[in-house]
Structure formats: C-alpha cells, structure tokens
C-alpha cells in the first residue's frame, strides 16, 4: 500500500544554479548519523569549513527519525557542539519563528529503506517516510517568515546485515565493506532520490535538494580511500563513525549546502585519520565531480 502524496566537465565548471548563504543558520531534525558526540559530528566540521571559507555558520537541532520530529513538533532544540555557533536555543525566549533559520537539514532513519519513502510503515503509526517529512516541512514553511532551504542529508545504512565483526577484536572485511558500500550506492541511494522526488512533487514551490552523503562516502572508500582502517572509520554496526568519517561526510554537505567546494586552506584537525589529511585536495575534487553526478529522478537539478 502507498500513499499519494552524464558526468560533467570538471572545468569549466557551471555557475551554481543558486547563490548560497554567507551568513546559514541552520536547523536540524537529525541523529546520530549527524551528530554521535562532541568530536564525531557533522556541524563540529561545516562550521569550520564555513570560517575558512570566510562564512558564518550558526546552527541548532534535535533527535529523532522523521515520525518522532513530526509527533513532537514544535522542534525542540538539543544539540550543542563545542565550537559551534547556535542561532537559537529553547531558553532564549525565543521563536522559532524569530530564530528563522534559512537552511533546514533533516534526515530518515538508515533502516526504513526497506519500504518505499511512500510506503505504509507500520512500525511508525501506519504512515509513510514522506507524510511525516511533509509534516515537518509545512509546520516550518508556516513558522518562517521566508521559507527556507531544505537539505535532505543521504545517510548511510544499518551494516549489521554485511558484516559479523565485533568492532573490538574483529573489524569488517575489506569484502564485507566493499559490499556494505556497493548497496549504499545502489539500491540505498535509489531509496532516496526516490524520497526527494516524492517530496518535490508534493511541494514543487519549495526548495528541497537531496545530499548523497552516504552514497559519495561508498565512493571515497571503496576507492581513493579504501586504505584508511576500519577502526579510524566505524565504532560499531549502526554504523556510528569516528571523526574521519564525520569529516567526510561534512565535505559533501557542505558541497551541497553552499554550492561549492570546501576551502583548500581549512587546517584540518588531527583526529582526522593521516591518509584524510594527506589527500584533502584530491578529496575534495573527487567529492565535487562526483557531487555533480547526481541529480533528481525527474532530470531537474536545481544545485549543480
């Protein structure tokens, strides 16, 4: 039951087919895919990637999977990150609409992919990824006063199922992890183009642009990187992941969000795994081409 709602050149390289923020305040329905702990998060690394880029980055968020943001509106602001500029906290007195923010991230759990974005979950009150989405979307356009840009982050999924390592004495194959990332690739990824085009055609006046963070991970690791270890990468099966793959993930967020390839000059932290930080440059370009493959179902690509 469901519910109705060509590789470029590298250079030149198209104008961005939108100006990007100098100044993003940036709200999060998210999870640990985004944010694990002080160090192993996603914002810890924009907002610095932002500063090199001679931008300001300020931001809030909260827990949950889609269905729990959508039951517990209005947002509930958790998050704090050391270093990390908030733009609004629940004990400022103020708004959410006072707060405005001009970029909304928001991500699904990495294991409802397997029901389509339309489908009837009923593990989540018999309602689909999208309906919640919508839920959340109209309750922010409603309570902004310009309606802002969403990001919908592409995570990466459950590797319970490809690998029977421990993640203490035994870590993943590099088979299992090539396997884990070769479906992260596939038929994950499909699952959300398939959720960004469902929410585009339910609001087609809205901004909403799908991240393929996982998907663009998968192609780091199994290629350029597939010599970083695994214990510089994932602490368990979920997959929560260590800094250098939270790292990893901002550099395709922020190619996202801001239309452009993070700052060469960003001095990056040493808790970032050495084969990371010796090929920052040649990361970024990879993140980059790759980023400017991918585009929606219907053939219309409003970033790159």
């Known amino acids: 039951e469901t519910e109705t709602e060509t590789e470029t050149e590298t250079a030149p390289d198209p104008a961005p087919a939108f100006a990007g923020p100098t100044d993003v305040r940036n709200y999060i329905f998210g999870h640990s895919l985004v944010l694990h702990s002080e160090r192993a998060n996603v914002p810890r690394f924009l907002a610095g990637?932002?500063?090199a880029a001679g931008k300001r980055y300020r931001m809030a968020g909260q827990y949950g999977f889609m269905d729990m943001h959508a039951s517990q509106l209005p947002p509930q602001p958790q998050w704090g990150v050391?270093?990390?500029?908030?733009?609004?906290?629940?004990?400022?007195g103020r708004s959410f609409r006072t707060a405005n923010p001009n970029v909304v991230l928001m991500t699904e759990a990495n294991f409802r992919q397997y029901y389509p974005p339309t489908g009837v979950d009923s593990d989540v009150?018999?309602?689909?990824?999208?309906?919640?989405?919508?839920r959340v979307i109209d309750w922010v356009v409603e309570n902004t006063r310009e309606a802002p840009r969403f990001i919908i982050y592409a995570n990466w999924p459950d590797m319970a199922p490809y690998t029977e390592a421990d993640f203490e004495g035994r870590m993943p194959s590099s088979a299992e992890l090539r396997r884990y990332w070769d479906f992260t690739r596939g038929a994950f990824n499909d699952w959300w183009e398939a959720y960004q085009d469902a929410?585009?055609?339910?609001?087609?006046?809205?901004?909403?642009?799908?991240?393929?963070?996982g998907p663009i991970l998968g192609e780091l690791l199994t290629g350029p990187l597939?010599?970083?270890?695994?214990?510089?990468l994932y602490e368990d099966n979920a997959p929560h992941?260590?800094?250098t793959l939270y790292f990893l993930a901002s550099l395709v967020t922020y190619a996202g969000m801001y239309g452009e390839r993070p700052p060469a000059d960003y001095r990056?932290?040493?808790?970032?795994?050495?084969?990371?930080?010796?090929?920052?440059?040649?990361?970024?370009?990879?993140v980059w081409t790759s980023l400017r493959r991918y585009d929606a179902p219907s053939g219309v690509s409003r970033v790159w």
């Open 49 to 51: 990637f932002s500063a």
């Open 226 to 232: 597939a010599s970083v270890p695994a214990r510089e």
């Open 241 to 243: 992941g260590r800094p």
């Open 125 to 134: 009150g018999g309602r689909s990824s999208v309906h919640h989405t919508l």
């Open 199 to 213: 929410l585009r055609r339910a609001r087609p006046r809205l901004d909403i642009d799908m991240v393929p963070v």
């Open 82 to 92: 050391p270093g990390v500029g908030s733009f609004w906290d629940d004990g400022d």
């Open 268 to 286: 990056i932290p040493r808790d970032v795994a050495a084969p990371v930080r010796e090929r920052y440059a040649d990361i970024v370009e990879r």
